[in-house]
C-alpha cells in the first residue's frame, strides 16, 4: 500500500515539476510573438484610425452640405446679398473639396 502512494505520489510530483516548467516557460514571449502581436496591433489600429477618419469627414461634408443649402435657399430670397453670395461660393468650394475626400480622390 505504502508502494503505491509512494508511486502515486512520485508520478505527481513529475507532472507538478513539468507543468511549473512549462509554466514558467510559456509566460516568456519570443521575439517573433512580440513583432506579430505589435504589427497586429498597427493593423488594428491604423483601420480603426482609417474609420474614424472616414467619419468625420462625413460628418463634415453633411454639416456643410446642411448650410450650403440653407444658404442656398437665403439666396433664392435675397439674391442681390453680397455676403451670402461670398458665403455661398466658399461653401461651394469646401463642399466640393469634402466630397473628393469622402469619395477617396
Do not use: W
Amino acid at each position: 500500500m505504502t508502494n503505491i502512494k509512494f508511486i502515486i505520489s512520485v508520478v505527481l510530483f513529475i507532472i507538478a515539476i513539468g507543468g511549473a516548467i512549462f509554466a514558467a516557460e510559456d509566460r516568456y514571449v519570443t521575439d517573433k510573438e512580440a513583432s506579430k502581436s505589435l504589427e497586429m496591433f498597427n493593423q488594428k489600429m491604423d483601420y480603426e484610425i482609417g474609420g474614424l477618419k472616414s467619419d468625420i469627414l462625413r460628418n463634415e461634408y453633411e454639416f456643410i452640405s446642411e448650410r450650403y443649402f440653407k444658404i442656398k435657399q437665403l439666396l433664392f430670397k435675397y439674391p442681390n446679398d453680397l455676403e451670402l453670395q461670398i458665403e455661398y461660393a466658399e461653401l461651394k468650394d469646401q463642399r466640393a473639396a469634402l466630397k473628393d475626400k469622402v469619395k477617396g480622390k
